[in-house]
């Protein structure tokens, strides 16, 4: 892994399917090289990206294939946070021996309930079996799908005790209290907000960048406002920002990432999902692409 901290806009790379639902490689690629395009980074298995419905072998050979085509390393968060232990260390492994830059670890998210003594130790055996000094951890902290959060308590316990390796958080909470707790309590930490609703903030906080779905399909505008968030017109730019994810996250955001995809590529191709999630109607295609022509949004560069 480089030495070298990410920071900035990072999307996490939707994940194209063929009709039969097996992963499309290319596709894949040529999006990931149209967002590097664009000045967004490589969260490649997050959320949006379908991880959780992506088996581990899956994953290893979309993240080969993504650094093969010659992408960045430097510039790659796989997540590579996994309910099953041993499965969360191959994979973290993985990433490590491509030179990933960093990965964004969910905490293991079945159970419920469970103690911070426990999420500790999930954590602690990563970082041990990894056994590599290279190794950069964000902790993913979304209680909102994982159910399982991230408490401070566990964040001090964790960054006292791997202050090299675990290095910051992507916070995809929606609870602007708990993100300004953790840019105050752990400046030492670097704080990518899970939203570009929340960039303006969390930088004018101390945070180093975001990683959001709609990066997605907005990365050149939200990179502008990263790039220029002192500037006079950096509220203007987050208002603007903040409509056009409103205006997408009308529709279920996965499949209104992948629909608007098709759409401004003309690649109907990319509308496919894995169950259980349901791809957008065609009425709902329609309405999605009526309202963001009505903003005049645009995906510049784009490729099929």
């Known amino acids: 892994m480089t030495t070298t901290r990410l920071k900035g806009v990072l999307a996490p790379v939707i994940t194209p399917f063929h009709a ?33 419905s992506l088996s581990v072998e899956e994953r290893m050979e979309l993240l080969q294939a993504v650094v093969e085509a010659g992408l960045p390393p430097a510039r790659m968060m796989p997540g590579t946070g996994c309910c099953a232990l041993p499965d969360s260390v191959k994979l973290t492994k993985h990433a490590v021996s491509l030179g990933c830059a960093g990965v964004l670890m969910l905490p293991p998210f079945y159970y419920k309930g469970v103690s911070d003594e426990g999420l500790f130790r999930n954590f602690a055996e990563v970082v041990e079996r990894v056994g590599d000094a290279r190794l950069k951890i964000y902790l993913y902290h979304i209680p909102p799908v994982a159910q399982v959060p991230i408490t401070l308590p566990l964040l001090e316990r964790l960054s006292k005790a791997y202050p090299q390796t675990i290095v910051g958080m992507k916070d995809s909470s929606g609870d602007w209290s708990y993100t300004q707790s953790v840019l105050t309590g752990f400046p030492h930490l670097d704080m990518f907000v899970g939203s570009e609703a929340f960039l303006l903030a969390g930088m004018r906080g101390g945070g180093v960048g975001c990683i959001s779905a709609t990066a997605n399909v907005n990365p050149a ?30 529709f279920p955001m996965i499949p209104a990432l992948k629909a608007t995809r098709a759409h401004y590529a003309k690649d109907p191709a990319w509308v496919a999902v894995r169950p259980p999630l349901v791809a957008l109607t065609e009425k709902q295609r329609a309405e999605l692409g009526t309202s963001l022509e009505a903003r005049g949004f645009a995906m510049p560069g784009l490729a099929g």
């Open 20 to 52: 039969d639902l097996s992963v499309d490689k290319a596709r894949l690629v040529a999006h990931s090289r149209w967002l590097i395009s664009q000045n967004s980074g490589l969260a490649l298995f997050g959320t949006n990206s379908e991880a959780n």
């Open 221 to 250: 505008a939200i990179h502008a406002l990263y790039a220029s968030w002192q500037a006079p017109d950096a509220d203007a730019q987050q208002a603007a920002l903040t409509a056009t994810r409103t205006t997408i996250q009308a």
